[in-house]
């Protein structure tokens, strides 16, 4: 079945540096991508949905100059947490799906900790 | 906008018990809506995924349905394990556009207990 991997699956940062997750799908092209953050006890919020060699669309409330998304190519895209903060830390997921009708499929999620 | 709910927020059975899970959603004009498993930490396991001019979808001991006209699905585990024991999340999508997002409930936490 169609693999998200996502990388890497724990962080632990200094406050003012930035880190960046990469999201791969293994087995397919995905044209879109998307980004989720996961605060504890709680559902998945999107962040963006990206598309491959375009702009990626951040939702409201989202700094798209804090959360840069590349994508770059149809099999990866990458989430740069810039300048972190300790509010920052939660736990961000991404997902993918190679056709219009498919199933989303997600990776295992990255464990974000800025202190 | 879309909201998803689902009830209850969290679910104690002792093992082999059969146990529903409720999935609400406001519009009723959505795509498709999928089932989602996750565990404590991971990311989440896609376990059914119902079309919207379905109305059930089943795989081994998990049946979804889907009720699109009153704006409700259910997930039924049949005969449950220790191993079943997880958040489950539904998200629906309301087209096929590429850029539509999938709107997630907030999930129910279930443990099967030995």
């Known amino acids: 079945g169609a693999v998200v991997s996502q990388h890497p699956s724990w962080v632990i940062c200094k406050s003012g540096t930035s880190v960046k997750i990469e999201c791969r799908s293994l087995?397919?092209?995905?044209?879109?991508m998307f980004w989720y953050r996961q605060f504890p006890k709680q559902s998945l919020m999107l962040m963006a949905t990206?598309?491959?060699?375009?702009?990626?669309?951040?939702e409201q409330g989202v700094e798209k100059d804090k959360f840069l998304i590349n994508h770059a190519s149809l099999t990866l895209s990458t989430l740069t947490v810039t300048s972190a903060h300790p509010e920052d830390s939660s736990f961000y997921i991404c997902s993918a799906r190679d056709q219009g009708n498919s199933p989303l499929h997600f990776g295992n999620g990255t464990r974000l900790t800025v202190t | 906008k879309q909201e998803v709910t689902q009830i209850p927020a969290a679910l104690s059975v002792p093992e082999g018990e059969n146990l529903v899970l409720n999935c609400s959603f406001t519009d009723s004009a959505i795509y498709n809506l999928q089932w989602f498993r996750q565990d404590p930490g991971k990311g989440l396991t896609s376990l059914l995924l119902i079309q919207s001019s379905q109305r059930e979808q089943t795989s081994g001991r998990l049946n979804a349905s889907l009720d699109k006209s009153s704006g409700r699905s259910t997930l039924y585990i049949a005969a449950s394990q220790p191993g079943d024991s997880a958040t489950y999340l539904c998200a629906v999508r309301k087209s096929l556009s590429n850029f539509n997002k999938f709107y997630f409930g907030s999930g129910t936490k279930l443990n099967v207990k030995p």
């Open positions: 087995d397919f092209q995905a044209t879109t």
């Open positions: 990206s598309n491959e060699g375009s702009k990626a669309t951040y």
